[in-house]
């Protein structure tokens, strides 16, 4: 069983910068690809980064292009979520997930196990 747990949410000004933290109980972290996906109030989870079992590949959302940079530590097993650059329309719960698929990239269906999530909250 896999554990994530994300920190490092908040609430700041648009503009701000926050770092998102998920910290993986498990062996071998790097046979994981990572995601991270946010849900808003009223709306469905939407994908939001990927980066692969070496970080060799990532994948943003478009709407946090240039903004956003997922990056991974293997040897201490967490993931991040640097996030500059912050509009009202991030607000939501970040959450970090974990696949034993291949490349499960923007498709939620394929990742295995999700933390609990982290609030982050971008005010106007």
């Known amino acids: 069983q896999v554990q994530l747990v994300e920190s490092g949410g908040g609430l700041v000004q648009a503009g701000d910068s926050l770092r998102l933290s998920c910290a993986a109980s498990?062996?071998?972290?790097?046979?994981?690809?990572m995601g991270w996906f946010r849900q808003a109030p009223g709306k469905e989870r939407e994908f939001v980064a990927y980066i692969s079992w070496y970080g060799g590949t990532t994948v943003y959302t478009d709407s946090v292009k240039g903004r956003f940079t997922v990056s991974r530590d293997n040897a201490e097993g967490t993931v991040y979520l640097q996030m500059n650059s912050l509009k009202p329309e991030d607000t939501a719960v970040y959450y970090c997930?974990?696949?034993?698929?291949?490349?499960?990239?923007?498709?939620?269906?394929?990742?295995?196990?999700w933390g609990q999530g982290t609030q982050v909250t971008v005010s106007s």
């Open positions: 498990v062996r071998a972290f790097n046979k994981y690809s």
């Open positions: 997930a974990a696949s034993l698929s291949a490349s499960p990239r923007a498709t939620a269906q394929m990742y295995d196990y």
